[in-house]
């Protein structure tokens, strides 16, 4: 048996120095469930997400480069700074053959923006109405200015389905879904009446076809180790250490420039975490650098909520402990500790399940340990005194960062997040945001470790695969344009 496990691990090694032959469908491992379309009211999962963007656009949408592209609309105008969105749409069709109409494009929009399982909803609150203007025009008015908007609506959560039966409008179509057990589906590009010659659309090559697959991130390393994939989308800090078990090609392991937060919340206000400046204490106590460099290098690490200032007016709020080393850190942090309880403080850390995650709760279990702090790792729906917030911003925004990392924040934090959001002018939105990342800062809610880590595994046949800061992955954007 034993020998048998070698000679079969061998031969995975051995294929995975091979190039993937340049023919055939593009085989698509996204990490997580079968790609289905969500029954409404729930969150959709990567394949979900990824069959969204696929099959069912939006107004507007990412390309390769995760830069707005059209949509469902051909050309927009932003006006009054962001307070008025004007889209002529162009000519489009619904899986069933029926012409998108701009009555049904608001119906869907306004429906999308009331929905309970809409994670952008919060950020789309400046929306006052969605109208018609003409038969190829709509209009999207904002009781505030957001030029920032497109980010947003380009998102897979804004794509519009036409129900009874669920269906898009492209780019790809499903031509087989995946259900009773099926863990891929079968796309294929759609017809598109822009296109100059509708019978070149016809003559399909079967490298057009994409065959997107639901998977463990396990199966989908294995998948593309013996040469039966294209492209492994989706991956994250949790499966990392996987790519350190199996030998693949050097050029294959892409890494994103992903933007957004990657972190621990306070999510509980009790006991040693009460006080502002204990938590501030914990999170001065972590190495960061000792802590990306053990579990994948060149991960960048962070100590501060906001990147950079984005729409704030002011540079991103970095906490006064960043001047000292870290064995002064820690002394100081061992001291708060020790006033606080004779004995070692116990708290519980909320976390995903994969080899990635222990790796970071070892190294964070060992960091606090170092203080007086005994580290207990808990499930992530199990009580907790600390939940990792691993995600990507959705759009450039300082409200999305501190707004997200906001779980349990205090009077004045909440207080400074809320008047921003209610800012009547871009001046006013980005002073009152300088504001609230100072009012974060002091409150101590949050606290920073790195930039999200996203990979994916991608053969050198997808050459239009561009690493990009959303970490979107289009699939008709996986290839060059055949036409």
């Given at each position: 048996m034993a020998k048998a496990m070698v000679l079969m691990l061998g031969a995975i090694l051995l294929t995975a120095c091979d190039r993937r032959a340049n023919s055939g469908p593009v085989v698509v491992s996204a990490i997580g469930d079968p790609p289905v379309y969500p029954p409404p009211g729930t969150v959709p999962g990567l394949p979900a997400r990824v069959l969204l963007d696929a099959t069912a656009q939006g107004l507007v949408r990412f390309d390769a480069g995760g830069q707005i592209e059209p949509g469902l609309a051909e050309r927009w105008t932003v006006m009054d700074d962001g307070a008025s969105y004007i889209?002529?749409?162009?000519?489009?069709?619904?899986?069933?053959?029926?012409?998108?109409?701009a009555q049904e494009i608001v119906r869907l929009l306004r429906r999308r923006l009331a929905a309970s399982d809409n994670p952008l909803a919060p950020f789309l609150t400046a929306i006052d109405e969605i109208v018609v203007m003409t038969p190829q025009v709509i209009e999207i008015r904002l009781n505030r200015p957001r030029p920032d908007l497109l980010k947003l609506f380009a998102q897979p959560e804004m794509t519009l389905i036409a129900r009874s039966p669920p269906s898009g409008s492209g780019p790809l179509r499903i031509v087989r879904a995946a259900a009773n057990g099926r863990i891929a589906a079968w796309l294929r590009p759609a017809f598109d009446p822009g296109q100059a010659d509708p019978d070149d659309q016809r003559e399909l090559r079967p490298e057009q076809d994409v065959s997107l697959i639901g998977e463990r991130a396990a199966r989908a390393v294995v998948r593309f180790a013996r040469r039966n994939s294209d492209l492994v989308s989706g991956g994250t800090l949790a499966d990392w250490p996987l790519l350190a078990t199996i030998d693949l090609p050097r050029t294959s392991v892409r890494r994103d420039p992903a933007a957004g937060l990657f972190g621990l919340a306070i999510a509980r206000r009790d006991g040693f975490l009460a006080d502002p400046a204990n938590r501030t204490a914990l999170s001065a106590a972590i190495d960061r650098g000792t802590i990306v460099a053990a579990i994948a290098p060149g991960w960048e690490a962070t100590d501060r909520l906001l990147p950079e200032a984005l729409d704030s007016a002011a540079?991103?709020?970095?906490?006064?402990?960043?001047?000292?080393?870290?064995?002064?850190?820690q002394a100081a942090a061992r001291a708060r500790v020790a006033a606080f309880s004779p004995v070692p403080?116990?708290?519980?850390?909320?976390?995903?399940?994969?080899?990635?995650?222990?790796?970071?709760?070892?190294?964070?279990?060992?960091?606090?340990?170092?203080i007086g702090i005994l580290l207990d790792r808990a499930g992530p729906d199990d009580p907790a005194d600390l939940r990792l917030i691993d995600a990507i911003a959705p759009y450039d925004s300082a409200r999305w960062y501190l707004a997200t990392a906001c779980m349990a924040c205090g009077e004045r934090a909440t207080a400074a997040l809320e008047a921003a959001r209610l800012a009547p002018t871009t001046t006013d939105r980005g002073v009152r945001l300088a504001a609230a990342d100072a009012a974060m800062n002091a409150d101590a809610g949050f606290i920073p470790i790195a930039r999200p880590l996203r990979w994916s595994l991608v053969t050198n046949r997808l050459s239009a695969w561009q690493a990009n800061p959303r970490a979107w992955h289009p699939l008709n954007r996986l290839r060059p344009d055949p036409t």
């Open positions: 889209f002529r749409l162009r000519e489009a069709y619904w899986a069933s053959g029926r012409r998108v109409t540079p991103p709020q970095v906490p006064d402990w960043t001047l000292l080393t870290i064995g002064q850190r403080v116990r708290l519980a850390i909320a976390l995903p399940p994969g080899p990635g995650m222990t790796l970071l709760y070892g190294q964070l279990a060992a960091a606090w340990r170092r």
